[in-house]
């Protein structure tokens, strides 16, 4: 800015302001030439503050080019950015400090800050357990013959984090900053960490037990039944995630967790006579047309079985279970031509106490079936019905029906 308040103008005199580093070492030089008349021992005493004062330029320089790239400090040159080294080259952590066998260490860096590092640090040691836990169920679902394990899998693995983050201690002495980026160290005491979780197991365990003893006493009553089996069922994957951690910790599960096991086990032997005794008749709508009704009351049919039900179509609703279905087809132009699409719903019900159980949604777009046929909308309807199978059915029924019944 100028006197008068306005913009100072450009003039091809004017020169960028030279670095701090140049300024410091030209005074020290004006210095020196000012003491040219004084005594020789003058000169020499100038003589050394001349380099002492360009020493300290360069260690000026030295630190600016140190400082962090957000420091408000640094000048332009300290904000060059340098390719971020990779965490094999962070500050190592002596095995004598950590030893592996007593403790998980995490390592995190970041150019932002130390506490971004050091939540990187702690994310390191979740992301360790996570990936072990995930490998160490896939060798479950291999040995488990029913294939159980296979929801169990999904379950513990996205439950993975680590419960207990504040035993997760962040190591002061061993942060760093290099090359403009920030270094921080986790570490998770093993032996602590897995009196916590035994702890957690045991309580997990014990609902486990009272909840199978209540899914025991509901046999009778399918939908009774199925919401104990499910709460029993969470109970078992809890205490699985649980018993693995342990095993990540230590090297070795629970004791207990082989009874866990087997108490499991012996409600999966109860649902299948629930299920055994079970059956299902798929029953259309009178307005139900019948090319339609054969294959999405095939595929409905299909699909039951697949959960564990004893599964039929008919025309009447006889017996124990009933699904009342609604189905149609709808057809329009499109730039392919003639396209066609199957919509249903149903209803599940009990036949013989003419009691409804619960609505089942068959519109969403996973299994809104469509098709087009440039030819004709006949070859467009015949297309589509033919998309209509059990398995693209199976995902979206199951977790609407184990809510009421115990299915597979």
């Given amino acids: ?79 060059k950015r340098e390719v971020p080294p990779s965490r094999v080259d962070a500050p190592p952590v002596s095995e004598k400090i950590y030893p592996t066998d007593r403790y998980l260490v995490g390592r995190g860096q970041s150019e932002r800050g130390p506490a971004e590092a050091a939540s990187q640090a702690a994310a390191d040691i979740a992301n360790q357990i996570r990936s072990t836990l995930r490998s160490l169920l896939v060798s479950k679902v291999g040995k488990n013959a029913s294939g159980e394990y296979e929801t169990t899998e999904q379950v513990v693995v996205q439950e993975g984090e680590f419960e207990h983050a504040e035993l997760i201690r962040q190591d002061r002495s061993q942060a760093a900053f290099r090359g403009g980026y920030y270094y921080a160290t986790a570490v998770l005491d093993r032996r602590e960490a897995a009196d916590v979780l035994s702890t957690d197991f045991a309580h997990t365990s014990e609902d486990l037990r009272r909840l199978a003893r209540s899914a025991n006493e509901s046999l009778g009553v399918p939908t009774d039944f199925a919401r104990h089996f499910r709460e029993a069922k969470y109970a078992f994957d809890r205490a699985l995630g649980l018993a693995l951690r342990i095993q990540i910790l230590t090297g070795a599960t629970p004791a207990a967790m082989a009874e866990e096991e087997n108490v499991f086990a012996g409600l999966l032997d109860k649902r299948e006579k629930v299920l055994g005794r079970l059956r299902l008749v798929v029953v259309p709508d009178s307005s139900v047309d019948p090319n339609v009704w054969e294959a999405i009351g095939n595929a409905l049919a299909g699909a039951f079985t697949q959960l564990g039900l004893s599964s039929t179509t008919g025309v009447r609703c006889v017996g124990d279970l009933g699904l009342l279905v609604k189905a149609s087809t709808a057809c329009s132009r499109s730039y392919l031509g003639p396209r066609c699409t199957v919509e249903a719903s149903a209803v599940l019900v009990f036949c013989n106490k003419n009691i409804e159980i619960a609505p089942i949604d068959l519109g969403s777009t996973r299994t809104r079936a469509a098709a087009a046929d440039p030819r004709d909308e ?31």
């Avoid at 913009?7 to 040219?36: H, I, K, N, Y």
């Fill in 1 to 79: 800015m100028n006197a008068e308040g306005g913009e100072q103008q450009f003039s091809p005199t004017m020169r960028p302001a030279p670095p701090a580093r140049f300024l410091l070492v030209f005074v020290a030089m004006l210095a020196s030439t000012a003491s040219c008349g004084s005594a020789s021992t003058s000169i020499r005493e100038s003589s050394r503050t001349t380099a002492a004062v360009r020493a300290s330029a360069e260690d000026a320089f030295a630190e600016n080019e140190s400082r962090p790239p957000n420091d408000p400090g640094a000048s332009v040159a300290g904000q």
């Fill in 378 to 408: 006949g070859l467009a309807r015949k297309k589509v019905l033919e998309k209509l199978s059990a398995e693209a059915l199976v995902p979206v029924i199951r977790p609407q029906v184990e809510r009421f019944l115990p299915v597979r």
